[in-house]
């Protein structure tokens, strides 16, 4: 039968690669499958799968048959280098009807024996994400319709490489983040303290955290931020700020120069990361706050017999935001007998389509003084039932300090 020949060969060719059916497997076993398929439908003997670390710039083998050392050896190829990284530079298809050792660089897929190439770029949203290539041993020359086939496949391929990327970054962002997340707060006298995190659903797993450690000083430290974007690489940065944090919270007396040296590890480590953070140190004796703010939403603080407020403290510029800045300032407030301070991120009171003054005002309503479980039990199930799509991490400090006679 001639290769290609034919409307029923054309056919069969279009529907052992769209095949509804091999969407039901898992992707190993889908690539796997696919990678089978082709070499059937185009006679080749070898089919890979190369995908981009976007980071190093290279294509990984992923998935290969009749390269499968590859996989093993975990083969990367520079873009731009040798027939793989052209084909992912170029954005383009490259077919090879005589190969030499000039056109590739990796020495097994020359090692094979492989005489004629064909590969394709693989695309998500106008991104190359791999390139996808089959070979054979004999010389070879392929047509249009081969290439519009591995085209096809490709297509199927990036779907399914992606599903799994995300997958895979998701879970590892989620198990991060909670290793990071205190298992329970400390117990600290003069303070009782609760606190929550809840993934977003749309958006995926951020880099919101809280933290509260005791301060050799006996100053309690309490820390609340958020990364911007979501996914594994947010949940990295946030859990480098955290431990750098609270390593800066050792050698500082206020909070305003500990987020200093923050910023400037964030401009020298984590080029092109934004954050907001809260730091707060509460004193020894439980009667006062210093306060120091990058960017993030104030406090509220409830007081028993007064409407819960949020503190008009001066906010200072994000970290990551420029390498010139004024100087970071903090504040001294009072921290009254039996009153709550509260820090949360965005994902508490922001809205879309709403001004997020108006989720403030929502919440500050939803706040009665008393056990800090009780406060931030209420508070969920108040706001949290709206949210949706960002993450919420909430913190309540309780002062279970009693005015003297």
Not at 177 to 189: K, V
Not at 272 to 300: C, E, F, K, N
Not at 381 to 399: C, F, G, K, P, R
Request: aromatic share 4%; net charge negative; hydrophobic share 45%.
């Amino acid at each position: 039968m001639a290769r290609g020949g034919g409307s029923d060969e054309r056919l069969r060719r279009i529907e052992a690669v769209a095949d509804a059916a091999l969407s039901q497997l898992g992707v190993t076993d889908f690539l796997d499958e696919l990678l089978d398929r082709l070499r059937e439908v185009l006679r080749v003997d070898t089919a890979a799968i190369l995908l981009l670390d976007a980071h190093a710039q290279q294509l990984v083998v992923t998935a290969a048959k009749g390269l499968e050392e590859e996989v093993r050896r975990g083969v990367r190829i520079s873009v731009g280098s040798g027939f793989a990284g052209r084909i992912a530079r170029d954005r383009q298809p490259v077919m090879l009807d005589d190969v030499t050792a000039a056109d590739v660089v990796s020495p097994i897929l020359f090692g094979t024996g492989v005489r004629s190439l064909l590969g394709v770029p693989m695309f998500t949203g106008g991104e190359v994400i791999g390139v996808l290539h089959v070979g054979c041993l004999k010389p070879h020359r392929f047509t249009d319709d081969d290439v519009k086939l591995l085209q096809l496949a490709g297509e199927r391929a990036s779907l399914a490489s992606q599903a799994r990327a995300g997958s895979i970054d998701r879970a590892a962002a989620l198990a991060l983040q909670r290793s990071l997340l205190p298992t329970h707060l400390p117990d600290e006298p003069g303070v009782d303290m609760a606190a929550r995190y809840v993934p977003g659903h749309d958006a995926g797993v951020g880099g919101d955290w809280y933290d509260v450690f005791a301060l050799p000083s006996g100053w309690l430290g309490v820390v609340i931020g958020d990364v911007s974007g979501h996914g594994l690489r947010s949940a990295v940065v946030m859990g480098r700020l955290r431990s750098a944090l609270r390593a800066y919270a050792l050698v500082c007396d206020d909070p305003a120069s500990a987020l200093t040296l923050l910023d400037r590890k964030v401009h020298h480590f984590e080029t092109g990361s934004l954050a907001t953070v809260l730091y707060a140190m509460i004193s020894p004796d439980r009667t006062t706050i210093q306060l120091s703010l990058a960017g993030h939403l104030q406090p509220i603080l409830a007081a028993p017999g007064r409407p819960a407020i949020a503190l008009n403290n001066p906010v200072d510029l994000p970290l990551g935001t420029g390498p010139r800045q004024p100087a970071r300032r903090y504040t001294e407030v009072v921290f009254p007998p039996e009153a709550a301070l509260i820090c949360y991120t965005d994902g508490l009171v922001e809205r879309r389509g709403e001004v997020i003054d108006i989720g403030i005002r929502r919440l500050c309503s939803a706040i009665e003084p008393g056990p800090a479980e009780s406060v931030c039990a209420r508070i969920m199930t108040t706001l949290a039932a709206e949210q949706a799509t960002d993450d919420i991490a909430l913190l309540a400090i309780h002062s279970t300090r009693r005015d003297q006679p």
